[in-house]
């Protein structure tokens, strides 16, 4: 085995211009490839002499290979032993068409070259995109037509405010849109004018927010635990569900609001005057915002006790910052030690939302002063304690026992 280049070598070169697209992207640029120098190591003055047999052999399967596309430039090496021979200096490929064919790729080349040709005539905005992304684009070859399709609707039909589904074009449905969303996104933002892209939307998720289609509404879940506050003439238990500008503009008749993440928790919830209940929204609340209302409303958050519990918190007091925790306190935590759990990736920042006991607390379970990852779910509370601490709120109500305010994390 020797370490001189052998045409496997020289290929491997030309593949690696290949498997990063700058093979395809020459047919886009200005600033041409070729001809291109290739890496050419071969034998030293020492090997002349004394492996004089393997260099020529060297030199034979390098001719060899000359047939598949590349050049050799020769030198004329005098030697004290073997006197003047030529040996390869430099290894060319003189055009484009020359590497292809060393990599077998011309194929690729010719369907790239014709969604070259058709974007140049359809959207020639979008060839800066073929230039950067050329092996994706041989991938998309099959659709393409379709994709540019798209585009031109989009800038027919700026913003349009319909779904997916209403797009009327032919061999395009909303699973196609939303198979190629992330493809679509990079086309349109180079091919639609600014004022067509929302751009505080981005990703796959908000496809449809950032080009202006309707989205399937987010929808807010809720129980009246006042049978007095009914909003259906039944008799029944009232678990709604209601889209989120439906809820923003409801407005009903409670002076509580209390928001839990487990479902479990939600349906439970005993009865209260003048409340209601929400299926939670874990670290999105931005749905919540919209309801004006809220903001004169009492709001009582029952999270997990652990990091992430006070961090849904201080992000809902980003909306709402009369927001006050539930059952979230140092007290309920030590009360109920057997049911701790592990938290499986504790949050390492600092909060800024949260009121003095809170932040204690959250700092002591951040830095682990209680324990291993210390985690306390809301399901794991007792339903008793949950009880009495819903009597130190209810109007009238007997008042919840004082938490002791001297209570150690030992």
Same mark, same amino acid.
């Given at each position: 085995?020797?370490?001189?280049?052998?045409?496997?070598? /020289?290929?491997?070169?030309? @593949?690696? /211009?290949?498997?990063?697209?700058?093979?395809?992207?020459?047919?886009? =640029?200005?600033?041409?490839?070729?001809?291109?120098?290739?890496?050419?190591?071969?034998?030293?003055?020492?090997?002349?002499?004394?492996?004089?047999?393997?260099?020529?052999?060297?030199?034979?399967? #390098?001719?060899?290979? @000359?047939?598949?596309?590349?050049?050799?430039?020769?030198?004329?090496?005098?030697?004290?032993?073997?006197?003047?021979?030529?040996?390869?200096?430099?290894?060319?490929?003189?055009?484009?068409?020359?590497?292809?064919?060393?990599?077998?790729?011309?194929?690729?080349?010719?369907?790239?070259?014709?969604?070259?040709?058709?974007?140049?005539?359809?959207?020639?905005?979008?060839?800066?995109?073929?230039?950067?992304?050329?092996?994706?684009?041989?991938?998309?070859?099959?659709?393409?037509?379709?994709?540019?399709?798209?585009?031109?609707?989009?800038?027919?039909?700026?913003?349009?405010?319909?779904?997916?589904?209403?797009? *009327?074009?032919?061999?395009?449905?909303?699973?196609?849109?939303?198979?190629?969303?992330?493809?679509?996104?990079?086309?349109?933002?180079?091919?639609?004018?600014?004022?067509?892209?929302?751009?505080?939307?981005?990703?796959?998720?908000?496809?449809?927010?950032?080009?202006?289609?309707? *989205?399937?509404?987010? =929808?807010?879940?809720?129980? /009246?635990?006042?049978?007095?506050?009914?909003?259906?003439?039944?008799?029944?238990?009232?678990?709604?569900?209601?889209?989120?500008?439906?809820?923003?503009?409801?407005?009903?008749?409670?002076? =509580?609001?209390?928001?839990?993440?487990?479902?479990?928790?939600? #349906?439970?919830?005993?009865?209260?005057?003048?409340?209601?209940?929400?299926?939670?929204?874990?670290?999105?609340?931005?749905?919540?915002?919209?309801?004006?209302?809220?903001?004169?409303?009492?709001?009582?958050?029952?999270?997990?006790?652990?990091?992430?519990?006070?961090?849904? /918190?201080?992000?809902?007091?980003?909306?709402?910052?009369?927001?006050?925790?539930?059952?979230?306190?140092?007290?309920?935590?030590?009360?109920?030690?057997?049911?701790?759990?592990?938290?499986?990736?504790?949050?390492? =920042? *600092?909060?800024?939302?949260?009121?003095?006991?809170?932040?204690?607390?959250?700092?002591?379970?951040?830095?682990?002063?209680?324990?291993?990852?210390?985690?306390?779910?809301?399901?794991?509370?007792?339903?008793?304690?949950?009880?009495?601490?819903?009597?130190?709120?209810?109007?009238?109500?007997?008042?919840?026992?004082?938490?002791?305010?001297?209570?150690?994390?030992?």
């Amino acid at each position: 085995m020797t370490p001189w280049t052998t045409p496997a070598d /020289l290929r491997a070169q030309v @593949q690696k /211009l290949w498997d990063n697209g700058r093979l395809l992207a020459d047919l886009l =640029r200005e600033d041409r490839l070729f001809p291109l120098r290739l890496t050419l190591k071969g034998p030293s003055s020492a090997d002349l002499s004394e492996r004089f047999d393997a260099v020529r052999t060297w030199i034979g399967k #390098l001719q060899e290979g @000359q047939r598949h596309g590349y050049r050799i430039a020769w030198r004329e090496v005098r030697h004290r032993i073997i006197g003047s021979n030529a040996l390869p200096e430099t290894v060319w490929i003189d055009t484009l068409e020359n590497a292809l064919g060393l990599i077998g790729k011309g194929r690729e080349a010719e369907r790239f070259q014709g969604l070259v040709t058709q974007t140049r005539q359809r959207q020639p905005p979008l060839l800066a995109w073929l230039g950067k992304r050329p092996l994706k684009a041989v991938e998309l070859a099959p659709d393409w037509s379709r994709l540019l399709d798209m585009v031109a609707w989009l800038q027919a039909h700026p913003r349009p405010a319909v779904y997916l589904r209403q797009v *009327d074009l032919p061999g395009i449905h909303s699973k196609f849109i939303e198979a190629h969303r992330g493809v679509l996104s990079e086309l349109l933002d180079l091919a639609l004018t600014r004022d067509a892209i929302d751009c505080a939307a981005s990703g796959a998720g908000q496809f449809a927010q950032r080009y202006g289609f309707r *989205d399937k509404p987010l =929808r807010v879940r809720f129980r /009246l635990l006042d049978p007095c506050r009914s909003l259906l003439p039944t008799a029944t238990d009232q678990d709604l569900t209601v889209t989120h500008d439906t809820f923003a503009q409801l407005d009903p008749n409670v002076a =509580r609001v209390f928001i839990t993440e487990n479902e479990i928790n939600f #349906l439970a919830f005993p009865q209260m005057s003048d409340s209601l209940v929400l299926f939670g929204a874990g670290y999105g609340f931005d749905m919540l915002a919209q309801a004006a209302w809220l903001q004169t409303r009492s709001i009582h958050y029952w999270g997990d006790i652990d990091t992430h519990g006070f961090a849904i /918190l201080d992000q809902l007091r980003a909306h709402f910052g009369h927001a006050q925790s539930f059952l979230m306190d140092r007290a309920t935590l030590l009360a109920h030690r057997a049911q701790w759990g592990k938290e499986p990736q504790p949050l390492l =920042r *600092d909060l800024t939302r949260l009121g003095p006991q809170e932040r204690a607390l959250f700092a002591d379970l951040r830095d682990q002063r209680l324990g291993q990852k210390i985690r306390l779910e809301q399901e794991r509370i007792g339903f008793a304690w949950l009880e009495r601490a819903l009597d130190g709120i209810r109007p009238g109500g007997p008042q919840a026992p004082a938490l002791p305010t001297s209570v150690s994390g030992s």
